[in-house]
């Protein structure tokens, strides 16, 4: 019979008014991947708090936490490290300007009495805990100069080298390839055999549901309901996670392929990135990118936008022939790309949202004196706040206070108040949860219905063929096929992915 390593009963949680978790229970089997799943504000974030020991539930006497077989009414942090409780966070908590080798060994070294570092011991923890994996980075490597795939996979490594006996992991998978993904459940698998339970969080419904045992759905802080993933489909976890039905339309491409295209690549070449790019996007047409990480996707897209000019080749806007040197001459003609990480490069998260979304545009805001004209800028803020809709408790609030679905709206937004011919997005719902999904693609199609040339970039594949009406795969710098979205599948997608499954770039 499967023991409980961890459960829980009438958990609540109450911030100044806000009632974030409701008579929760819970309860994690040795061995077993648990998926906790739900939409933002839903309460994952403060159980998943609870459970380290960072947040304590709010009294109650019919409270009880039992760990290990050991009844209690709280856990400390220090008591949930002493129970093997590791925690893998989204944001990663690594050491930029450290080593690979000193941050996966980085608690070793911390807990280590001797008055020498002994950097071959530390070597070889590091290297044990890649092998479990089954990676191989350069130790020696600035984890800053690393991709974000290849930080995540250090942030793995490091939790582990302790001795484990849950593993919380937050969006693990949301920067790794189908290949890391496969490399990394692999690992998960051979843990759970070996007794060790993986609590698992993931806006990826579907590889969700392939991955875990069980499935804990919370919506509002309250506890829906815990399913057996063998039971359920992504259709009706999405329903029990959203409380609504979400249907999927595909999006159908009414202009015209005639006439002169918003962008137009010919041969277009960068040494070591991508080779030989032809690509044409009409107005209002949505093209989705996609391929595995390193193909040259988001090379191609920082290309376009002035970032990393192309070697050879030529490229047109609306019929001209530009030579994209800059960031300021892709603006300057038209080109607006939102990245990846919003929070690093698409917003400064301690500026107001006002200034995030107007920061594109300060020189079309201002008096014939030179000064900013306030009044302007608020009316321009509260314009693209209604249209996009995005829940903000004011303007002046900081964009770090806002749930990731919102932050990408004023990013969307910062880019939309430069009225762009062509819109480039990368991975535009990454770490956002199904309904502000939902939200975000419903713009990105509005956009392109207006006359708008829009470019996905994304690993989903889902998302590129729901959103676009043509579905371009890279593989090492190259566009190596073509899929219409009406008439293609995903595993028809994957499947050509797949086959020309490598990582390297031939350039």
Same mark, same amino acid.
């Given at each position: 019979?499967?023991?409980?390593?961890?459960?829980?009963?009438?958990?609540?949680?109450?911030?100044?008014?806000?009632?974030?978790?409701?008579?929760?229970?819970?309860?994690?089997?040795?061995?077993?991947?648990?998926?906790?799943?739900?939409?933002?504000?839903?309460?994952?974030?403060?159980?998943?708090?609870?459970?380290?020991?960072?947040?304590?539930?709010?009294?109650?006497?019919?409270?009880?936490?039992?760990?290990?077989?050991?009844?209690?009414?709280?856990?400390?942090?220090?008591?949930?490290?002493?129970?093997?409780?590791?925690?893998?966070?989204?944001?990663?908590?690594?050491?930029?300007?450290?080593?690979?080798?000193?941050?996966?060994?980085?608690?070793?070294?911390?807990?280590?009495?001797?008055?020498?570092?002994?950097?071959?011991?530390?070597?070889?923890?590091?290297?044990?805990?890649?092998?479990?994996?089954?990676?191989?980075?350069?130790?020696?490597?600035?984890?800053?100069?690393?991709?974000?795939?290849?930080?995540?996979?250090?942030?793995?490594?490091?939790?582990?080298?302790?001795?484990?006996?849950?593993?919380?992991?937050?969006?693990?998978?949301?920067?790794?390839?189908?290949?890391?993904?496969?490399?990394?459940?692999?690992?998960?698998?051979?843990?759970?055999?070996?007794?060790?339970?993986?609590?698992?969080?993931?806006?990826?419904?579907?590889?969700?549901?392939?991955?875990?045992?069980?499935?804990?759905?919370?919506?509002?802080?309250?506890?829906?309901?815990?399913?057996?993933?063998?039971?359920?489909?992504?259709?009706?976890?999405?329903?029990?996670?959203?409380?609504?039905?979400?249907?999927?339309?595909?999006?159908?491409?009414?202009?015209?392929?005639?006439?002169?295209?918003?962008?137009?690549?010919?041969?277009?070449?960068?040494?070591?990135?991508?080779?030989?790019?032809?690509?044409?996007?009409?107005?209002?047409?949505?093209?989705?990118?996609?391929?595995?990480?390193?193909?040259?996707?988001?090379?191609?897209?920082?290309?376009?936008?002035?970032?990393?000019?192309?070697?050879?080749?030529?490229?047109?806007?609306?019929?001209?022939?530009?030579?994209?040197?800059?960031?300021?001459?892709?603006?300057?003609?038209?080109?607006?790309?939102?990245?990846? +990480?919003?929070?690093?490069? @698409? /917003?400064?998260?301690?500026? $107001? !949202?006002? =200034?995030?979304?107007?920061?594109? *545009?300060? &020189?079309? +805001?201002?008096?014939?004196? @030179? /000064?900013?004209?306030?009044? $302007? !800028?608020? =009316?321009?803020?509260?314009?693209? *706040?209604? &249209?996009?809709?995005?829940?903000?408790? @004011?303007?002046?609030?900081?964009?770090?206070?806002?749930?990731?679905?919102?932050?990408?709206?004023?990013?969307?937004?910062?880019?939309?108040?430069?009225?762009?011919?062509?819109?480039?997005?990368?991975?535009?719902?990454?770490?956002?949860?199904?309904?502000?999904?939902?939200?975000?693609?419903?713009?990105?199609?509005?956009?392109?219905?207006?006359?708008?040339?829009?470019?996905?970039?994304?690993?989903?594949?889902?998302?590129?063929?729901?959103?676009?009406?043509?579905?371009?795969?890279?593989?090492?710098?190259?566009?190596?096929?073509?899929?219409?979205?009406?008439?293609?599948?995903?595993?028809?997608?994957?499947?050509?992915?797949?086959?020309?499954?490598?990582?390297?770039?031939?350039?």
């Amino acid at each position: 019979m499967e023991s409980d390593f961890l459960f829980m009963r009438h958990i609540n949680k109450r911030y100044a008014g806000v009632q974030a978790l409701t008579d929760i229970d819970f309860s994690i089997r040795q061995g077993e991947i648990h998926c906790l799943a739900g939409t933002n504000g839903s309460g994952k974030s403060t159980l998943i708090k609870i459970i380290c020991g960072v947040e304590q539930p709010d009294p109650n006497p019919e409270t009880l936490i039992r760990i290990a077989g050991d009844d209690c009414h709280r856990l400390s942090r220090m008591d949930a490290i002493r129970y093997g409780i590791q925690v893998i966070y989204q944001d990663l908590s690594l050491f930029p300007n450290l080593s690979v080798q000193e941050n996966i060994s980085m608690s070793d070294m911390m807990s280590d009495s001797s008055r020498f570092v002994s950097w071959k011991k530390h070597r070889e923890i590091a290297l044990k805990a890649m092998e479990k994996i089954g990676i191989s980075i350069p130790l020696d490597k600035k984890v800053a100069k690393l991709s974000m795939a290849d930080q995540q996979l250090v942030a793995i490594s490091r939790a582990l080298t302790k001795d484990v006996k849950l593993l919380i992991m937050d969006e693990p998978t949301t920067a790794l390839t189908k290949k890391e993904v496969d490399a990394l459940l692999r690992v998960i698998r051979d843990l759970n055999g070996a007794g060790v339970a993986t609590l698992f969080i993931s806006h990826k419904l579907n590889e969700l549901i392939q991955v875990a045992d069980r499935v804990t759905v919370l919506r509002d802080g309250k506890k829906v309901g815990c399913f057996s993933c063998s039971e359920l489909d992504a259709q009706n976890l999405e329903r029990y996670m959203t409380g609504t039905n979400t249907s999927y339309v595909p999006y159908r491409f009414t202009g015209r392929k005639e006439g002169t295209p918003i962008l137009e690549c010919k041969k277009l070449c960068r040494k070591d990135n991508f080779k030989d790019i032809d690509l044409t996007v009409y107005p209002g047409e949505i093209i989705g990118l996609t391929g595995l990480l390193g193909s040259g996707r988001t090379e191609l897209a920082l290309s376009l936008f002035g970032l990393n000019p192309p070697s050879s080749g030529e490229c047109r806007l609306c019929g001209e022939r530009v030579d994209l040197r800059s960031v300021t001459e892709a603006m300057r003609q038209g080109v607006a790309y939102v990245p990846e +990480n919003r929070l690093v490069e @698409g /917003l400064v998260l301690e500026q $107001s !949202i006002e =200034k995030n979304i107007v920061m594109t *545009v300060l &020189e079309r +805001n201002l008096t014939y004196l @030179g /000064l900013l004209d306030g009044l $302007s !800028i608020h =009316k321009q803020v509260d314009r693209y *706040v209604e &249209e996009l809709r995005i829940k903000i408790p @004011g303007t002046s609030f900081a964009a770090r206070t806002l749930s990731g679905g919102n932050q990408q709206r004023v990013v969307l937004a910062k880019w939309i108040a430069t009225n762009p011919k062509l819109f480039i997005l990368d991975n535009p719902t990454v770490g956002i949860d199904v309904a502000a999904k939902s939200g975000i693609h419903e713009i990105i199609k509005k956009l392109a219905s207006e006359g708008m040339g829009v470019i996905i970039i994304s690993d989903e594949i889902a998302e590129v063929l729901y959103n676009s009406n043509r579905v371009l795969v890279m593989n090492r710098g190259r566009i190596i096929g073509e899929f219409d979205s009406e008439n293609a599948t995903e595993s028809d997608i994957q499947a050509f992915i797949d086959s020309h499954a490598v990582r390297e770039v031939d350039a």
